[in-house]
């Protein structure tokens, strides 16, 4: 294991808005290009934080109970910090899947999101590393939920126009 840092570094709200504004802007564009009104990229933008909320909080608890080390030393705060600082590698991803969409009219938002949940799971283990967990309990875990995550996003967003919306 690595040396533990003596104090949990500060993550202020600004990194937890802007993870939810990148599922956000990520839903609303996965939306426009289901069906480009108003109420669709509105609908979902709502779905991706929705879905965001579940399922960092799933993620988080899960995280939990497999660091030990990090429950002692942290609490669920060191987890909540390493998932905050992991997810701002989302920022990128979705800058780049704005940019192809509405600059670009390349439709690859569904790619760019994947591309993206799998680099914040592989930079929330190197967070959890850092504070001391698991490393290969942790790539196992954030890797199986980025992919099961970034499955149901491309499922979803495939399915919806033939369930109607």
């Known amino acids: 294991m690595t040396a533990q840092p003596t104090t949990l570094p500060p993550v202020g709200i600004g990194a937890r808005l802007l993870r939810t504004l990148c599922f956000a802007t990520l839903g609303a564009l996965t939306a426009q290009n289901i069906s480009p009104t108003f ?7 709502v779905l991706a934080v929705l879905l965001q909320v579940v399922v960092l909080a799933a993620t988080g608890w899960l995280l939990y109970l497999v660091n030990p080390h990090i429950r002692h030393a942290y609490g669920y705060r060191g987890i ?4 905050a600082r992991g997810f701002l590698l989302l920022i990128p991803y979705t ?3 704005a940019f192809a969409d509405l600059g670009l009219a390349w439709h690859a938002v569904q790619t760019f999101t994947a591309a993206g949940m ?3 799971a ?9 504070l001391g967990g698991g490393r290969m309990v942790n790539i196992i875990l ?15 967003s495939t399915l919806a126009p ?3 919306a």
């Not at 909540?80 to 998932?83: E, I, N």
């Not at 592989?122 to 850092?130: F, I, V």
């Open 142 to 156: 954030l890797t199986g939920v980025a992919s099961v995550l970034s499955i149901v996003w491309i499922a979803l």
């Open 39 to 45: 109420v669709a990229r509105l609908g979902g933008a």
């Open 95 to 97: 800058v780049l899947a």
């Open 118 to 120: 799998l680099s914040a």
């Open 122 to 130: 592989a930079a929330t283990g190197a967070e959890l590393a850092e």
């Open 80 to 83: 909540q910090t390493a998932l």
């Open 162 to 164: 033939l369930l109607g």
